[in-house]
């Protein structure tokens, strides 16, 4: 049997510079694990190091910029330099933050080619660059962060919902392509978080919409989603793998 503690363990957390990707570093520090922030803005992500640090983590920041292979190449420098195996990693880059709400006919289309970009071929950029390290663990973690707005479909953000909804699609074929090296490959689907970004592009009148259709009737924190992806992170999950598990308080359900 596992352990929800991460002692030992060295993971990766893409776009852990704020929001839900600084609350599940921030998280996985504080049971234990060893964890690298990556993200395309290298100040906030040394904040997240710094607060992990403060906190008595292990913590390290890294620019990364997942829209490309090259663009892990500092990640997969760093982690041949300290060298050891990679246990974990959190594919939670995302274009999310400013994204405006659009009717369909109406989206840029160099915005459109940014989200899947970002957003899919960042999942399998990052996934790919790091998969010998993650073999080398052997019992190598791979949670992607999607959306449950994959599920329900929401209008005016079509870019956006398909990008979840294709992560949902590459949880489960990388799965099966990686399970034969030990590696176990799931998603978390948020419900809409209370995160900077969410706050910044809603109204109070949607806010308050999006609590009211939920089971558990509060605002959902950054927070609410960080057990959900330490325990996929962790040895108790090793014989799920290409499952999506929607944290949203109860709003949908499968
Ligand atoms: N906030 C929500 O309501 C909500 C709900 C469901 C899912 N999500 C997902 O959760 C994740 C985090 O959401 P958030 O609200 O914290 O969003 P956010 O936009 O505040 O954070 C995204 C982070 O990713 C980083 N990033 C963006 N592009 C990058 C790139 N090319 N390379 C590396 N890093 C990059 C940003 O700098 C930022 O730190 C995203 O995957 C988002 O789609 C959010």
């Not at 640090?53 to 829209?67: F, I, K, L, P």
Request: glycine share 12%.
């Amino acid at each position: 049997m596992g352990d929800l503690r991460l002692a030992g363990r060295t993971g990766v957390v893409t776009g852990g510079g704020r929001g839900i990707g600084a609350a599940i570093a921030t998280f996985l520090a504080d049971v234990g694990a060893h964890v690298i922030v990556a993200d395309i803005d290298l100040e906030t992500a040394t904040r997240t190091a710094d607060t992990i640090r403060s906190r008595g983590g292990a913590a390290e920041a890294v620019r990364v910029d997942v829209g490309s292979s090259a663009g892990i190449d500092p990640l997969v420098e760093h982690l041949d330099v300290a060298g050891g195996p990679l246990h974990f990693l959190v594919n939670n880059a995302a274009i999310y933050a400013g994204l405006k709400h659009t009717p369909l006919e109406d989206i840029d289309e160099q915005e459109w080619d940014s989200v899947q970009r970002v957003n899919v071929a960042g999942v399998w950029n990052c996934s790919k660059r790091l998969l010998p390290a993650l073999a080398a663990s052997g019992h190598g973690h791979i949670v992607n962060i999607a959306s449950a707005i994959a599920f329900r479909g929401s209008p005016m953000l079509l870019h956006y919902v398909t990008s979840k909804a294709a992560v949902v699609g590459m949880t489960k074929a990388m799965a099966r392509e990686l399970g034969g090296r030990n590696i176990t490959v799931n998603a978390v689907a948020p419900g809409f978080t209370w995160s900077d970004a969410s706050l910044e592009m809603s109204t109070d009148e949607q806010l308050a919409a999006q609590i009211a259709r939920r089971s558990i009737k509060r605002a959902q924190q950054p927070e609410d989603v960080t057990g959900a992806v330490a325990f996929l992170c962790s040895d108790l999950a090793a014989y799920i793998t290409g499952q999506t598990l929607v944290v949203d308080g109860g709003s949908h359900m499968n």
